[in-house]
């Protein structure tokens, strides 16, 4: 089977990319990255002398280029997206550009190509902030930031090219990821790198906002399980195995590193923060889907990676400031208390 990949330069797309390859020996792959910030070569230097594997630099947005890398494919994973809720609040047109007009792009090709399977692989932020209770797949859609809003509006487009155009289309919605890979201004790896330089992570507001985490490996084993078994028209959440507060995640995370209380930084709150996330993945599960990695097994195994990888996250720290990307736009209001 020959897949396109959209976006395997970046952090899920290289996970998901080198476990399809390793799964699938009959498989090759044409990943097409226009290798932004987010997107980095190295993350699958292993594969480059594997000729199942094939890097194209483009612009999902930009139809030729998406003409030139689905020729011959069978079916499309969609990953290539601007993907930090911060940098979304400074800025979404990139957000809009990539996100909603890269997609339509892709669906509008994918029909041309009569691809048989493609995956959209989005996000549980569409559902907003659920207070209580789990969200099911049916549920309206109440995006909160510029990214959701318009993960969102992309999900309501493969709906439509379902309906209209009979694209086989699948979204996928996965709670809040982490692994091997994951650049560091998203929370996890900020954390961990953060610490290892005797930094303080950023804390957003009161702390006490809940997130799902889901081993960046499981939520590819789920994609892979969704191509063969996934219906078309259809919509999966992808949850994790551990639903805990940001505070929890600081305490596992601090006591797994050995590290001091002190270095854990209240600042102002991120602008219409969610305050929960929650899944309800029985839809998934009823396919046959099971978790392989426990929370505190994969965080270790994280945590191992970052210390073992300091020559792939210094340089893109160096390059990017060591706060976080909201912290140091808004400098002064990094020491504000909540
Ligand atoms: P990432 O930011 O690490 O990587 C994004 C990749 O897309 C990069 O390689 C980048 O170069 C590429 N890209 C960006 N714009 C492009 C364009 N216009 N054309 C071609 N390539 C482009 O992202 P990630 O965290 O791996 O997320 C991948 C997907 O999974 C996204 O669609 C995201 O919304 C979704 N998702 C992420 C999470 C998470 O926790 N990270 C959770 C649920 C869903
Ligand atoms: P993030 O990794 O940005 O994912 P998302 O906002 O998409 O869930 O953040 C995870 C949680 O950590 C979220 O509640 C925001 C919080 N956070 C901080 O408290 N400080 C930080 O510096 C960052 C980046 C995130």
């Given at each position: 089977?020959?897949?396109?990949?959209?976006?395997?330069?970046?952090?899920?797309?290289?996970?998901?990319?080198?476990?399809?390859?390793?799964?699938?020996?009959?498989?090759?792959?044409?990943?097409?990255?226009?290798?932004?910030?987010?997107?980095?070569?190295?993350?699958?230097?292993?594969?480059?002398?594997?000729?199942?594997?094939?890097?194209?630099?483009?612009?999902?947005?930009?139809?030729?280029?998406?003409?030139?890398?689905?020729?011959?494919?069978?079916?499309?994973?969609?990953?290539?997206?601007?993907?930090?809720?911060d940098?979304?609040?400074l800025?979404?047109?990139?957000?809009?550009?990539?996100?909603?007009?890269?997609?339509?792009?892709?669906?509008?090709?994918?029909?041309?190509?009569?691809?048989?399977?493609?995956?959209?692989?989005?996000?549980?932020?569409?559902?907003?902030?659920?207070?209580?209770?789990?969200?099911?797949?049916?549920?309206?859609?109440?995006?909160?930031?510029?990214?959701?809003?318009?993960?969102?509006?992309?999900?309501?487009?493969?709906?439509?090219?379902?309906?209209?155009?009979?694209?086989?289309?699948?979204?996928?919605?996965?709670?809040?990821?982490?692994?091997?890979?994951?650049?560091?201004?998203?929370?996890?790896?900020?954390?961990?790198?953060?610490?290892?330089?005797?930094?303080?992570?950023p804390?957003?507001?009161?702390?006490?906002?809940?997130?799902?985490?889901?081993?960046?490996?499981?939520?590819?084993?789920?994609?892979?399980?969704?191509?063969?078994?996934?219906?078309?028209?259809?919509?999966?959440?992808?949850?994790?195995?551990?639903?805990?507060?940001?505070?929890?995640?600081?305490?596992?995370?601090?006591?797994?590193?050995?590290?001091?209380?002190?270095?854990?930084k209240?600042v102002a709150?991120?602008?219409?923060?969610?305050?929960?996330?929650?899944?309800?993945?029985?839809?998934?599960?009823?396919?046959?889907?099971?978790?392989?990695?426990?929370?505190?097994?994969?965080?270790?195994?994280?945590?191992?990676?970052?210390?073992?990888?300091?020559?792939?996250?210094?340089?893109?720290?160096?390059?990017?400031g060591y706060k976080s990307y909201y912290s140091r736009q808004y400098g002064g209001r990094l020491a504000a208390?909540?």
């Open positions: 089977m020959k897949i396109l990949v959209t976006g395997g330069l970046g952090f899920i797309g290289s996970n998901f990319i080198r476990h399809l390859l390793s799964r699938r020996k009959q498989a090759s792959v044409v990943n097409l990255d226009a290798l932004t910030y987010a997107g980095n070569p190295a993350n699958l230097a292993d594969l480059q002398d594997d000729p199942r594997y094939r890097w194209v630099k483009g612009d999902i947005a930009d139809p030729k280029a998406v003409e030139a890398a689905m020729a011959g494919a069978e079916a499309v994973v969609h990953f290539a997206a601007e993907t930090h809720v940098r979304s609040i800025d979404a047109s990139r957000f809009l550009r990539t996100n909603i007009v890269g997609s339509q792009v892709l669906f509008d090709a994918a029909l041309r190509h009569e691809i048989g399977r493609f995956i959209h692989v989005s996000t549980d932020e569409v559902y907003g902030s659920v207070p209580k209770g789990f969200s099911k797949e049916g549920d309206r859609l109440e995006p909160n930031s510029p990214y959701a809003a318009s993960k969102a509006a992309s999900d309501l487009l493969a709906r439509s090219y379902f309906v209209t155009h009979k694209l086989p289309v699948i979204v996928t919605r996965a709670s809040n990821n982490f692994g091997p890979y994951q650049y560091p201004e998203k929370a996890l790896p900020l954390m961990i790198t953060n610490w290892m330089d005797g930094e303080p992570f804390l957003y507001g009161d702390g006490l906002q809940v997130r799902d985490w889901l081993y960046v490996v499981d939520h590819a084993r789920a994609i892979d399980l969704l191509i063969d078994k996934g219906q078309p028209g259809e919509i999966y959440n992808i949850g994790g195995t551990f639903h805990c507060n940001n505070r929890r995640i600081i305490e596992e995370t601090r006591r797994l590193m050995g590290v001091s209380e002190g270095l854990v209240p709150d991120r602008p219409g923060h969610d305050r929960r996330y929650a899944l309800d993945c029985r839809k998934l599960k009823a396919l046959g889907f099971k978790h392989e990695y426990a929370f505190r097994q994969a965080l270790a195994a994280t945590v191992d990676w970052y210390r073992a990888h300091q020559s792939w996250w210094r340089p893109l720290k160096k390059r990017g208390k909540p």
